[in-house]
């Protein structure tokens, strides 16, 4: 297997892709004299306000290193060890963080049946069982995640029905948004329509895979529900001492419309990507493409071929489907160049 070269943009990953220029001089900007660490700083105060901005003035907003320690603490923070959280069964916190949100939570995490990506309500209810039973967990957390991990977008419709489920049975709907940009320039939507305005508690916000050096956010919709967010965030150690430079990225991120041109055309980039492998005889895109991700199904024999010149995952072994994603620094060159790979190594 390749891996890419300084000179070569791969499809693997959104968090294969540089920084965004932007970006970098932001950081770059936040490199002057010395401010008080831990968040007690001007660079912070002001990405805060550029959350409120887009979410609205009454939220509670903490910065993170990663995306898991986003998703984990934000879970924590709304549970106890006796508690489930309810999620797909490909869910990013069920299947790629290693049991953190478990071992961390103490809570039951419960797949549920996914259906393009999706858990739908039907699922939901079946799973919301046991409630005032002391033998069972009680299921106290909706998870879904926007845009999901095929690849598609949950509709506004899909998220509130689940928002209100949740809500009306004493519970919470938590979203894992490292790819919320690419979900609300697909959508059409701003920030705070495609997540506070539909019922979502508490929001996991990406900028890693939208063009940011390192550095997560999670957006409290209740201020409330943060109460104990401070200590659960420096024992978890995701306190940043120099948060500025997390703080900073963010700012540039939300300023200008940067997260949407990002995700715009890193979006833009997957449809075309989808157009031209769509012509290879032998590739079968298998979920709509509706965000930055293109899965497809290639013969077996061609999985290695491409990886020779190009480093991907390949998403379900048995079924020979394998992930391609797009970045805000992908370019149609780069598709071109990718897809003759392609075709070459499909034709055998």
């Not at 506070?196 to 529900?225: C, H, M, W, Y």
């Not at 620094?329 to 070459?344: H, S």
Request: proline letters at 3%.
């Amino acid at each position: 297997m390749v891996q890419n070269s300084s000179g070569t943009r791969s499809f693997a990953s959104d968090n294969n892709a540089g920084v965004h220029p932007e970006i970098l001089q932001a950081i770059g900007r936040a490199n002057q004299g010395h401010v008080v660490a831990y968040g007690a700083d001007s660079y912070t105060r002001s990405a805060i306000k550029k959350f409120e901005e887009h979410f609205g003035q009454d939220i509670a907003v903490f910065f993170t290193f990663n995306g898991t320690g986003a998703n984990v603490l934000s879970l924590q923070a709304l549970t106890r060890p006796f508690h489930s959280i309810l999620c797909s069964a490909y869910a990013h916190i069920y299947t790629d963080e290693c049991g953190a949100p478990e071992k961390h939570t103490g809570c039951k995490l419960i797949p549920l049946p996914q259906e393009n990506g999706k858990i739908r309500l039907d699922s939901v209810r079946h799973a919301y069982h046991g409630i005032g039973d002391e033998h069972h967990s009680q299921p106290r957390v909706i998870s879904i995640t926007q845009s999901t991990e095929m690849g598609t977008v949950y509709r506004p419709e899909e998220i509130q029905a689940l928002s209100q489920f949740a809500h009306d049975n004493g519970m919470f709907l938590h979203m894992d948004g490292a790819r919320i940009a690419n979900a609300a320039a697909a959508l059409g939507q701003n920030l705070r329509q495609a997540t506070r305005d539909l019922g979502v508690d508490v929001l996991s916000f990406g900028g890693t895979k939208n063009g940011i050096l390192g550095g997560e956010a999670v957006v409290f919709f209740q201020p409330e529900l943060s109460q104990d967010f401070l200590y659960l965030r420096k024992q978890s150690m995701q306190l940043a001492s120099k948060m500025r430079f997390i703080a900073a990225q963010f700012e540039a991120l939300l300023t200008g419309d940067l997260w949407r041109r990002s995700a715009e055309h890193a979006n833009r980039m997957a449809r075309l990507l989808e157009m031209e492998v769509s012509r290879i005889p032998g590739v079968k895109i298998v979920w709509k493409v509706e965000a930055n991700g293109v899965f497809a199904q290639i013969p077996a024999h061609s999985i290695e071929k491409i990886n020779q010149h190009y480093f991907f995952y390949t998403w379900m072994e048995e079924e020979s489907i394998v992930r391609w994603m797009c970045s805000f620094d992908t370019t149609e060159e780069d598709v071109r160049d990718f897809v003759k790979v392609v075709a070459e190594a499909v034709k055998g």
